[in-house]
């Protein structure tokens, strides 16, 4: 009892008086045992504080290298179905390579839902009207690409159609039209479209 009376005495002084530490320290060796143990603790504190910044701050990054890797794949796939699509329109005719694209995906999307299933198809009824719409844009999507494939290209195609996409999708975002988030447009993004209307220029000229 005497030795933490006087510990917390010295402190005090030391704290109110402006008393140098060296001078007090012989005096009162578990102080400096104290200050020493309580600056350890205060130093792992701020270590893991710090560690847990950086592992969160890593997770942050992994998780957005992995969505943009998947977008990336999604692009390439939609590269390659165009090809393919615009082959089959060019062979066979453009509504044949909407029924073949589609029944394909038909198909795969049949085998994924009864083998992974993981979301509540019954419930359809509570997605928006205008949502269930997907598939009649995708026979359009699919019609539309086939048919200009053959006659622009490949490359000058999907300029045009994600140039178009990204006008769109910023309407769309800007005024949060369809039940999407909204994301006002700024000087960056409206920079953005004009450097690809430059670039779908070039592309198409």
Do not use: N
Not at 75 to 98: D, T
Not at 156 to 165: D, P, R
Request: glycine letters at 10%; charged letters at 10%; one cysteine or more.
């Amino acid at each position: 009892m005497s030795t933490c009376f006087m510990t917390t005495s010295l402190f005090l002084l030391t704290v109110q008086h402006g008393m140098w530490w060296d001078k007090v320290k012989p005096y009162c060796p578990a102080l400096e045992h104290t200050i020493r143990y309580a600056s350890s603790i205060d130093t792992l504190r701020t270590g893991t504080r710090i560690i847990d910044e950086h592992r969160s701050k890593e997770d942050r990054v992994s998780g957005l290298f992995l969505v943009v890797m998947i977008a990336a794949g999604g692009g390439a796939a939609i590269s390659f179905q165009s090809l393919f699509s615009g082959v089959i329109g060019e062979k066979l005719g453009i509504i044949e390579s909407v029924f073949i694209v589609h029944l394909g995906g038909l198909v795969l999307a049949s085998a994924l839902l009864l083998l992974i299933g993981g979301g509540s198809i019954a419930s359809w009824r509570s997605v928006p009207w205008y949502a269930l719409c997907a598939g009649l844009l995708g026979v359009a999507i699919v019609a539309s690409i086939s048919y200009a494939v053959p006659r622009l290209g490949l490359a000058t195609t999907l300029t045009v159609t994600i140039a178009s996409q990204l006008i769109i999708g910023a309407i769309i975002d800007h005024f949060g039209l369809l039940g999407a988030t909204q994301h006002p447009l700024d000087l960056s993004r409206v920079i953005g479209i004009l450097i690809l209307f430059v670039g779908t220029w070039l592309v198409i000229r």
